[in-house]
C-alpha cells in the first residue's frame, strides 16, 4: 500500500517500541476480522472505488466503555428521562476529533506535513487544533491523506490510501470508518475503527488471493488502531479522572 503502509508501520513500531505498559494500555481493545456480511463491503462507496472487488486487507478495532465514564456532554442527556440520545452526532464527532487531534496520530500527521503541506493543500486540516475543533462534515480533508466521505449520527467514514486530490479510483485506496454506538441494556458505548484497504485497479478478487498489505504490516497496523483508539478515548471521550 506505499505510503499508507510506511506511515502506519513506522507510527506503530515506533510506539510500541516507546511505551511502557503496552498491554496495560490497550488491553480493552480487540482487533478482529469483519464479517463478511458488514455493510461496509455493500456500500456504494466500496462499490465506486473497488470496482473489480479485488482482495482486501481489513480489519476492526473494538473498545466498549461504560456509559459513565464518557462525559455527560457528549451522550446529550435528555432532561425528561436522563437517556442518551445520538441525534447530534456529538459523540462520533468527538471520537474522531480525538483520532486525528490525539497524540496517537501525531507521527504520522507530522511526517505527511513534511511531505505535502503546501499552498495546493492549504485548505485541508493539519494542526492539532484544526483536527480538534473541526465537525467534520462530508468533503473535510485530512493531511493530504484522508477525506470525509459519508457519516451519519454514529459513523464517519473517510477514504484513505492516497492523497485526496486524486479522484479516480488507485491503486492505494481504502476506507476507514469510525463509529460510536450507544448500547443502552449494557450502558456502554461501544467504539469501532473499521480498516479495508485494497488496490482499486487490480483484478477481481479469486480464492487464496491476499489483499495489499503482508501480514507483519497488517499485524502492525492492528498495534496501531489501539493506539489511536486509547488516545482517542482518554483525550476526546473520557471524563477527566
Same mark, same amino acid.
Given at each position: 500500500? *506505499?505510503?499508507?503502509?510506511? @506511515? !502506519?508501520?513506522?507510527?506503530? /513500531?515506533?510506539? $510500541? #517500541? ?6 496495560? %494500555? ?62 447530534? *452526532?456529538?459523540?462520533?464527532? @468527538? !471520537?474522531?476529533?480525538?483520532? /486525528?487531534?490525539? $497524540? #496517537? ?6 511526517? %505527511? ?129
Amino acid at each position: 500500500m *506505499g505510503l499508507i503502509s510506511k @506511515a !502506519f508501520a513506522i507510527t506503530a /513500531w515506533s510506539s $510500541l #517500541g516507546g511505551t511502557a505498559g503496552w498491554y496495560m %494500555l490497550t488491553r480493552h481493545s480487540r482487533v478482529l476480522p469483519i464479517p463478511p456480511a458488514d455493510y461496509i463491503f455493500n456500500h456504494t462507496l466500496y462499490a465506486r472505488y473497488n470496482p473489480n472487488n479485488a482482495p482486501v486487507t481489513q480489519d476492526i478495532c473494538v473498545r466498549q466503555v461504560p456509559l459513565s465514564k464518557i462525559r455527560a456532554e457528549l451522550l446529550n442527556l435528555s432532561s425528561e428521562d436522563g437517556k442518551p440520545s445520538e441525534d447530534e *452526532g456529538r459523540l462520533v464527532t @468527538a !471520537f474522531c476529533q480525538g483520532v /486525528w487531534g490525539g $497524540l #496517537g496520530y501525531a507521527y504520522q500527521r507530522r511526517f %505527511l506535513e513534511k511531505k505535502y503541506r503546501g499552498p495546493e493543500t492549504a485548505s485541508m486540516l493539519w494542526t492539532r487544533d484544526e483536527l480538534k475543533a473541526s465537525q467534520y462534515p462530508v468533503g473535510t480533508q485530512i493531511t493530504d491523506h484522508f477525506e470525509v466521505v459519508a457519516r451519519t449520527p454514529n459513523s464517519i467514514i473517510v477514504r484513505c490510501g492516497d492523497s485526496p486530490r486524486k479522484l479516480e479510483v488507485r491503486d492505494s485506496d481504502g476506507l476507514f470508518e469510525m463509529t460510536a454506538e450507544v448500547k443502552e441494556a449494557e450502558q456502554v458505548v461501544e467504539f469501532g475503527l473499521k480498516s479495508v484497504f485494497y488496490n482499486g485497479l487490480a483484478d477481481k478478487a479469486t480464492e487464496g488471493q491476499q489483499g495489499p498489505m503482508s501480514p507483519w504490516i497488517q499485524w502492525l497496523h492492528g498495534q496501531y488502531d489501539k493506539l489511536l483508539m486509547e488516545t482517542a478515548l482518554r483525550g476526546n471521550v473520557l471524563k477527566v479522572r
